[in-house]
């Protein structure tokens, strides 16, 4: 089969990762169940509370009463009122942790592509090349030994399963890092592809890395439902089940000119591809989140006193990320976009500032001139119902110089060129969130567009669906009675069943 043998592709998950913040943010024994909430709702689950039947389906009162010693942590709430519809809440603690935890993959990985919050494909092609040399057999396999391996396990005498050794190596060697300086466990999936990788970080949830050798990719197809594959489980994937199919084996029975006349000729080629494990997408070395957002949807402000309480909250959360950001991804923002939603008509308005330059007093002086804009705002009326405040166009600093460059340039607000207006008109009262993330320079891309999504929103959607994922991999893991922490010490042989076959609960 035509793979990519010679690429080495690792993808890292943190393992229930809003639940393992709080872990290591209060010091919680690590057997002890934890639950992440935000009001009423569970978003993160921790693997001993799921041992013990909580899900993240339940209610935080289910919860008490499934596992009365679970502990509940609640998201952090910004604001002095603690009632939903007044407070705010913030996810800075997983963002910042994201970036620790980032940072240090950064510095030992080359090639990084930031998948979301809590996870990474790491590109380790040219790391395991400079690693492969004449090594005796016995000790190549001997560094797998803390992985699981599909299928019928390797021949360090082929090129591609020894770069599968050295990459699954290289791969535990960075999970040890991220949990001996940062605290927390991840899993991993080395493959030679993306797609691969993927579907492997999945199976043997938590604390754990699965290989997936060539010679096993065929008889993974065979039982894999293809919704599973990441690119499937959308309209493209609807498509193809009303083909009566659910297996990518089963998909790999239609030939590139049926697959064509069906699906066009690019969907076409992918499908055929991908059904046979062959996926030639780029690590795209990306790591840092492209823009910040502090939004806060309101219930009809009417006038500027509240209006002001809600600049200054959000302000004040996008200033404390913007100076965590500035020391760990040593950068600035160049932009700040306020973004409100006004009127009895309801109508998105985005304005560009520039961002206030320098530390010194800058929450007051970004408080001063959206105030002052906003004022010269015709469509600013109120009522308000929506009010965001996007930090963007990062700029990376100086590592040198810096404050000789300071001086030379000092910052100069109210000097700057005049603020661009960019006005949308809503088509209907609720225009969804990824409207009024289309900043003034968004491009087209609806990829692009997407990460342009609320930062928060996305986060707190994406902490929903990987606990979502990590339910379904939780209840499909190998029936070894791993108990997730310990290191395995003899190589382990998987099979494609277990990870396909739902264990009993
Ligand atoms: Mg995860």
Not at 288 to 304: N, R, Y
Not at 444 to 464: G, I, R, V, Y
Request: one cysteine or more; aromatic letters at 6%; a neutral charge.
């Amino acid at each position: 089969m035509a793979i990519c043998e010679d690429r080495v592709i690792a993808h890292v998950d943190l393992d229930a990762f809003y639940a393992q913040v709080e872990m290591v943010r209060l010091g919680v024994d690590e057997e002890a169940p934890l639950c992440v909430q935000q009001w009423e709702g569970v978003i993160a689950v921790n693997y001993p509370a799921r041992k013990r039947g909580v899900t993240r389906f339940d209610k935080a009162g289910e919860v008490k009463k499934k596992c009365p010693e679970c502990i509940l942590v609640h998201v952090e709430v910004l604001s002095e009122e603690q009632e939903q519809p007044k407070a705010k809440v913030s996810l800075a603690r997983y963002r910042e942790a994201s970036a620790r935890i980032f940072k240090l993959i950064l510095r030992e990985i080359e090639r990084v592509e930031r998948a979301s919050i809590d996870e990474a494909y790491l590109d380790l092609t040219d790391m395991v090349k400079k690693r492969r040399g004449i090594r005796d057999n016995d000790e190549n396999l001997s560094r797998a030994s803390d992985s699981i391996i599909l299928g019928e396990g390797l021949d360090p005498s082929r090129k591609d399963d020894l770069s599968l050794i050295i990459g699954s190596e290289i791969t535990s060697d960075l999970r040890r890092m991220i949990r001996e300086e940062l605290g927390y466990t991840c899993s991993a999936g080395v493959a030679h592809n993306k797609t691969l990788a993927k579907l492997a970080s999945a199976m043997n949830k938590p604390n754990c890395q699965t290989l997936v050798p060539n010679s096993c990719v065929q008889g993974l197809m065979e039982k894999l439902p293809f919704r599973k594959i990441r690119q499937l489980g959308g309209k493209l994937g609807g498509e193809l089940e009303a083909l009566g199919v659910e297996t990518a084996a089963q998909v790999q029975c239609y030939n590139l000119e049926e697959l064509s006349r069906r699906f066009g000729q690019k969907d076409a080629h992918f499908v055929f591809d991908i059904v046979r494990g062959i996926d030639r997408s780029e690590v795209v070395p990306r790591s840092k989140p492209k823009s910040m957002l502090a939004a806060k949807s309101l219930s009809g402000e009417q006038d500027w006193d509240g209006v002001n309480r809600w600049l200054r909250m959000l302000a004040s959360e996008l200033h404390d990320r913007m100076l965590f950001d500035e020391e760990v991804n040593v950068r600035e923002a160049r932009n700040l976009v306020i973004s409100f939603k006004s009127g009895s008509v309801p109508r998105t308005t985005s304005k560009t500032l520039p961002m206030p330059r320098g530390q010194s007093n800058r929450l007051e002086r970004m408080l001063k001139e959206m105030q002052s804009l906003l004022r010269n705002t015709p469509s600013f009326s109120f009522p308000i119902d929506f009010l965001g405040l996007t930090a963007t166009n990062f700029e990376d600093k100086p590592a040198d110089n810096e404050s000789i460059n300071k001086f030379l340039k000092p910052s100069a607000p109210g000097s700057h060129q005049a603020p661009i207006e960019k006005v949308q008109a809503s088509k209907n009262e609720n225009p969804g969130i990824k409207k009024w993330l289309l900043g003034p320079k968004a491009p087209p891309d609806p990829e692009k567009q997407a990460e342009e999504l609320s930062q928060e929103t996305a986060d707190f959607l994406l902490a929903k669906k990987l606990q979502r994922d990590d339910d379904i991999e939780a209840s499909r893991q190998y029936s070894t009675g791993k108990s997730g922490r310990a290191q395995l010490k003899k190589p382990r042989r998987g099979t494609i069943d277990s990870f396909l076959q739902k264990a009993p609960d």
